[in-house]
């Protein structure tokens, strides 16, 4: 059994330890078990992760994040980045995760699409840690929404890091260094530098930013190899 293996049966067995909110009708619905955790698509080699909230029901689906509306326009946007040319055939979209890394905050679907507590976040913390610190071997995230975004606050001082996040006119131009740290199953201790580049969740939902995400996103990804 490979580590990666060992650590989403350790997911697993920790969501099957207490209950929590999981929208278990989606994945009866996919004809999957709701405590599988759908931990990353991708390449492990990749130098960038993209790093989103949650999962949603066409994550579910596919057992793979980053694959909905919102997904999808972050796929078009590295294939563009890559290619300089758009594309909306699957197959290419698809394609280009062999260049980069998909995860979440929390590795399974909350009901109603509503963003998991921090009780829920700190439980899973520790397997996120280890995907990312210890299985990944890039050193460059780009986070989709503030949640995504806050999730590394303990990685650095916190001052910077709000000093950072408070900055609205140039916090989506910017990048802040963190040092991510994990601990294996046998309690040996990892550290890894780490730059996090945010940008808004590019969600139909939000108004503000949803036109503007493409642009953004191939702004981020000129400042990096990939």
Not at 162 to 177: G, L, M, P, T, V
């Amino acid at each position: 059994m490979s580590n990666l293996e060992e650590l989403k049966k350790a997911i697993q067995a920790e969501a099957q330890s207490a209950e929590f909110p999981i929208d278990v009708p989606v994945y009866e619905s996919a004809k999957k078990d709701p405590t599988m955790p759908i931990l990353y698509y991708g390449n492990l080699k990749s130098n960038v992760c993209f790093f989103g909230r949650d999962l949603g029901r066409d994550e579910v689906m596919a057992g793979q994040p980053l694959i909905g509306a919102s997904g999808t326009l972050v796929r078009q946007g590295f294939y563009r980045a890559m290619y300089k040319e758009n594309t909306n055939d699957r197959e290419k979209l698809m394609a280009v995760c062999d260049r980069l890394l998909l995860t979440n905050t929390v590795p399974y679907k909350p009901p109603e699409n509503k963003a998991y507590g921090v009780r829920v976040k700190r439980r899973f913390r520790p397997f996120v840690e280890q995907l990312l610190t210890i299985h990944w071997q890039g050193n460059h995230i780009i986070t989709l929404g503030t949640e995504a975004f806050k999730w590394f606050e303990p990685y650095t001082d916190k001052e910077e890091f709000n000093q950072f996040w408070a900055d609205k006119d140039h916090r989506y131009e910017k990048s802040i260094q963190v040092t991510l740290t994990a601990t294996d199953n046998e309690g040996k201790s990892f550290q890894k530098q780490t730059l996090i580049s945010p940008l808004p969740h590019p969600s139909p939902l939000n108004q503000r930013y949803y036109r503007l995400f493409p642009a953004m996103l191939q702004a981020r990804l000129a400042q990096l190899e990939f």
